[in-house]
């Protein structure tokens, strides 16, 4: 769409940051997520050609002061060609200023190639290490499994050496996780190098396995609802809001 001109309106509103798609869907299968359970764990890619040309006619293009690109991909560092766009990133901000500031979410396991396209991008963004949880009762419950420990404090120390910043991400209120579980997770990401962590609360999605009635009875999900951040706001003369569902009770996990 972008190169065909028809979004040069919202590359030109600088409130507006562009988003692209280098491939969509998701091989992994996490209960809290619709991601790959929508996609069947098939990934499809979209010509590199067209990927790169996008993102040079962005950089040209794009208003928005903060210079910021998403890229909406489930997996970056995924497929040898990221190393590539990565690279297109780099030179489209050598010729036109931008991106300075990128959004990417980060291959749940991370590979040679991975720490190679985010060597690159370094000064843009840093690579997120996410775990979830720790909990092997909870890793089980979501249908999730992590890279192994000392796995893990090897590509932070590697990441350290080459410049990429990480953190790690944490989700409290998943099933089969109490406090005293999840604050030793907190502990056992520390104790693996990792310096920053990221937590956040369980949100249910419509898609996800944990949104399912027989989940939430199965786990004694409590909820409520929350203004989503940053997602309200009055515009002209229509006040809108969007509003997320969010776990704050469990079988294990009190209110």
């Given at each position: 769409?972008?190169?065909?001109?028809?979004?040069?309106?919202?590359l030109?509103?600088?409130y507006?940051v562009?988003?692209?798609?280098?491939?969509?869907?998701?091989?992994?299968a996490?209960?809290f997520c619709?991601?790959?359970?929508?996609?069947?764990?098939?990934v499809?890619?979209?010509?590199?050609e067209?990927v790169l040309?996008?993102?040079?006619?962005?950089?040209?293009?794009s208003?928005?002061?903060?210079?910021?690109l998403?890229?909406?991909?489930?997996n970056?560092?995924?497929?040898?060609?990221?190393?590539?766009?990565a690279?297109?990133?780099v030179?489209c901000?050598?010729?036109y200023?931008?991106?300075?500031?990128?959004?990417?979410?980060?291959l749940?396991?991370?590979?040679?190639?991975t720490?190679q396209?985010?060597?690159?991008?370094?000064?843009?963004t840093?690579?997120?290490?996410s775990?979830?949880?720790?909990?092997p009762?909870?890793?089980?419950?979501?249908?999730?499994?992590?890279?192994?420990?000392?796995?893990?404090?090897?590509?932070?120390q590697e990441?350290?050496?080459s410049?990429?910043?990480?953190?790690?991400?944490?989700?409290?209120?998943?099933p089969?996780?109490?406090?005293a579980?999840?604050?030793?997770?907190?502990?056992?990401?520390?104790?693996?190098?990792?310096?920053?962590i990221?937590?956040?609360l369980h949100?249910?999605?419509?898609?996800?396995e944990t949104?399912?009635?027989?989940?939430?009875?199965?786990?004694?999900?409590?909820?409520?609802?929350?203004?989503?951040?940053?997602?309200f706001?009055?515009?002209?003369?229509?006040s809108?809001?969007?509003i997320?569902?969010?776990?704050?009770?469990?079988?294990?996990?009190?209110?």
């Amino acid at each position: 769409a972008y190169l065909s001109g028809l979004l040069d309106e919202f590359l030109d509103n600088e409130y507006l940051v562009p988003n692209i798609e280098t491939n969509r869907g998701c091989p992994y299968a996490c209960a809290f997520c619709h991601w790959g359970q929508a996609t069947h764990s098939m990934v499809r890619k979209y010509k590199l050609e067209t990927v790169l040309e996008e993102i040079e006619y962005i950089s040209k293009r794009s208003k928005n002061p903060t210079k910021l690109l998403m890229i909406c991909d489930a997996n970056f560092g995924m497929f040898d060609r990221d190393i590539q766009i990565a690279e297109a990133i780099v030179d489209c901000r050598a010729k036109y200023d931008f991106t300075s500031r990128l959004y990417v979410y980060t291959l749940k396991n991370i590979l040679p190639k991975t720490i190679q396209a985010y060597e690159l991008l370094s000064s843009m963004t840093p690579m997120s290490m996410s775990l979830q949880s720790v909990n092997p009762r909870t890793l089980k419950a979501i249908g999730r499994t992590n890279i192994r420990d000392e796995h893990y404090a090897e590509i932070v120390q590697e990441c350290k050496r080459s410049g990429i910043r990480t953190h790690c991400e944490l989700i409290y209120g998943l099933p089969e996780e109490d406090y005293a579980s999840f604050a030793q997770g907190v502990r056992e990401v520390l104790k693996r190098g990792q310096e920053r962590i990221q937590l956040y609360l369980h949100v249910l999605y419509w898609g996800g396995e944990t949104a399912t009635s027989a989940y939430r009875k199965r786990y004694g999900l409590k909820t409520a609802y929350r203004f989503q951040r940053s997602s309200f706001g009055t515009y002209k003369d229509v006040s809108a809001a969007e509003i997320e569902e969010v776990v704050i009770g469990t079988n294990e996990m009190s209110v």
